[in-house]
């Protein structure tokens, strides 16, 4: 995570700042994520930066790692701030895919993964981005307005 940190020149993430960190260790592997993000005036979580860093032991292929963590991260932000879904007599509504709210190309943020040399086993790296998203992009939200966000996703004209 101090990797990170330093990569994304983290500020503290105390009240006002718009960044938040989380880490992960699964499949024999780490990763620690900061998340740079805001609520924009639409009230949308806006998230523009996530700065990753990488432990997966000995790395035998660094550009498909790279796209592993960077695919992982789109996939776990998509389904983190996808609209909630509406009910009706205890029955999903069907909407058109547009409406369902999954960010575009034009949203997707800037991605930075940092990966850390090792000479231990190769660890696994296959979802490792998933698990630390949902919890660096609330806890930069909460630095941000002191809002805790708690269950996902995070469609905040839901709640």
């Known amino acids: 995570i101090m990797?990170?940190?330093?990569?994304?020149r983290w500020d503290g993430g105390g009240p006002g700042s718009t960044l938040g960190l989380a880490c992960a260790s699964l499949y024999g592997s780490h990763i620690g994520l900061l998340a740079e993000a805001a609520i924009g005036p639409d009230q949308r979580i806006r998230v523009?930066?996530?700065?990753?860093?990488?432990?997966?032991?000995?790395?035998?292929?660094?550009?498909?790692?790279?796209?592993?963590?960077e695919g992982a991260l789109i996939w776990a932000l998509g389904q983190a701030t996808v609209r909630e879904?509406?009910?009706?007599?205890?029955?999903?509504?069907?909407?058109?895919i547009g409406a369902v709210g999954l960010p575009g190309i034009a949203r997707t943020p800037e991605i930075q993964v940092q990966l850390i040399p090792s000479h231990d086993a190769p660890g696994g790296v296959s979802g490792l981005g998933v698990p630390a998203l949902a919890p660096a992009l609330a806890?930069?939200?909460?630095?941000?307005?002191g809002?805790?966000?708690?269950?996902?996703?995070?469609?905040?004209?839901?709640?």
């Not at 806890?139 to 307005?145: K, L, P, V």
């Open 3 to 8: 990797t990170a940190t330093a990569i994304g």
């Open 139 to 145: 806890n930069a939200i909460f630095a941000g307005t």
């Open 48 to 69: 523009s930066r996530l700065v990753a860093a990488v432990d997966a032991g000995r790395i035998v292929n660094p550009g498909l790692v790279r796209q592993q963590i």
């Open 147 to 159: 809002r805790r966000l708690r269950s996902l996703p995070f469609d905040l004209m839901a709640a």
């Open 85 to 96: 879904p509406e009910w009706a007599a205890g029955m999903p509504r069907s909407r058109p």
